[in-house]
């Protein structure tokens, strides 16, 4: 079964404008057949931009579709921006939206984590359920494998789509979870990347 996850071929282009404005500034977006909420901006998406506190530094958007979630925040907080996807098209209008909102920006075609490198301030994740268990998981797993010390990933997810499992999931994997938008299904979570211990000297 063919989903915006995994690129398809036999998916005849078709091209879309999006347009989404964020803290009174307007950003452009084209994006195209065989790409997640291909149309317009999903929910999820808005009420992640609209939870999250300021950020700084680095930011990993993973799975980031046509880009809108990364740019969005590479451009309100001049953050240092890589955009991930498994998708080459999906790969390509991030990159095109990137450089359309004049923001700059280093994209990687991966499955999850497998391509990318190095360790980021901030992850935002908006999961691919229709992936499966599975792969969403292996997102949290990588992401905590690639924050900084003290860095947070950001996940939003719907209740009907297991939020309550993404929870305990991210508990048992970042030791916490913390909610910060709680309302109509929908969850805004936080999971921060604790210091590793060092040792004192004896």
């Known amino acids: 079964m063919s989903h915006y996850f995994m690129p398809d071929s036999e ?10 404005a964020f803290k009174g500034k307007s950003y452009a977006f084209r994006s ?3 790409v997640f909420s291909a149309r317009k901006a999903d929910a999820a998406t808005d009420l992640l931009l609209q939870n999250l506190p300021a950020l700084r530094g680095s930011l990993l ?35 095109e939206n990137a450089e359309r909102n004049r923001v700059a920006s280093k994209t990687v075609l991966s499955d999850c984590f497998e ?19 599975s792969v969403v998981y292996r997102m949290y797993d990588g992401a905590r494998a690639h924050l900084n010390e003290g ?4 996940v ?3 209740k009907k ?17 913390a909610v910060l938008y709680k309302k109509k299904g929908y969850y805004v979570l936080a999971c921060e990347n604790p ?8």
Request: with cysteine.
């Open 161 to 177: 789509h297991g939020a309550e499992s993404t929870v305990q999931k991210l508990r048992d994997t970042f030791g916490h979870c």
């Open 11 to 20: 998916l005849k282009p078709k091209s879309f404008s999006i347009q989404y």
């Open 195 to 202: 210091p590793h211990a060092t040792e004192t000297p004896g």
């Open 115 to 133: 391509k990318v490198g190095g360790s980021f301030d901030t992850v935002i994740i908006n999961p691919p359920i229709h992936a499966g268990k």
């Open 32 to 34: 195209d057949s065989g």
């Open 61 to 95: 958007d993973m799975g980031c579709g046509y880009g809108l979630i990364g740019i969005v925040l590479a451009k309100e907080y001049a953050l240092t921006l890589t955009q991930a996807d498994i998708n080459p098209k999906a790969v390509d209008l991030a990159r």
């Open 156 to 158: 939003v997810i719907q």
């Open 151 to 154: 860095g947070v990933l950001y």
